[in-house]
């Protein structure tokens, strides 16, 4: 990916992968999913010397969404006068996720979640750029029904949450779970994409859409 870096910061209780995507040449960022313990990953800002355009979401679980809300503010602080960075994503399916944040995070003891509500929304087919870096957003229901996932088709390179793992699929057992749909569009939009695709996913670690296709037990 010449240029576009990445790396992760496994954040939350439930060991979530925070990315942040940055070009080289401009430093400017993307942080995507950024669940909690919002001190640890402004540290992390700050010790990669980048500056954040965007804060993008996959979709609206509390250990993927529910810092972003204090990150964004934080990061407002910082740049006052100039506006914060934008949250933008995910589809507004999982609206009803972002609205009930504080209540899951009261639930599981976590305290630094808030709920939060987007900058734009983001759809199927629509782009996101950092500098000359394009993502496609893919909409890849199942685990949530507005589960993105995104698409850098010059470097080969995806983000997909909590949808396709190393070996595993996205969980649907939640009343709003769909197994049919997450399979149709893993097999659909992802299983499409060459081999050489690599991927960041919410939990674990990254694999590339050829290792996936070969071995992953649930897509047979
Ligand atoms: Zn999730």
Partial sequence: MPNLKAAVLTVTPFQQNCAFLWDEG???ALVIDPGGEVPRILAAIDQLGVRVTKILLTHGHLDHAGGAASLR???????APEPAPPIEGPDPRDAFLLDGLED?????GLDD????????WLAEGEVVTLGEHRF???????????????INRAAQFAVLGDVLFQGSIGRTDFAYGDHAALIAAIKTKLLTLSDDFVFLCGHGPGSSIGAERAGNPFLR
């Avoid at 503010?73 to 740049?79: K, P, Q, S």
């Avoid at 496609?136 to 995104?150: E, K, N, R, Y």
């Fill in 26 to 28: 401009t430093k400017d």
């Fill in 73 to 79: 503010d934080a990061l407002a602080a910082r740049t």
């Fill in 104 to 108: 899951q995070g009261a639930k599981y």
């Fill in 113 to 120: 979640i808030r709920n939060v509500r987007p900058d734009r």
């Fill in 136 to 150: 496609d957003v893919l909409h890849c229901p199942g685990h949530t029904p507005g589960h993105i996932v995104f």
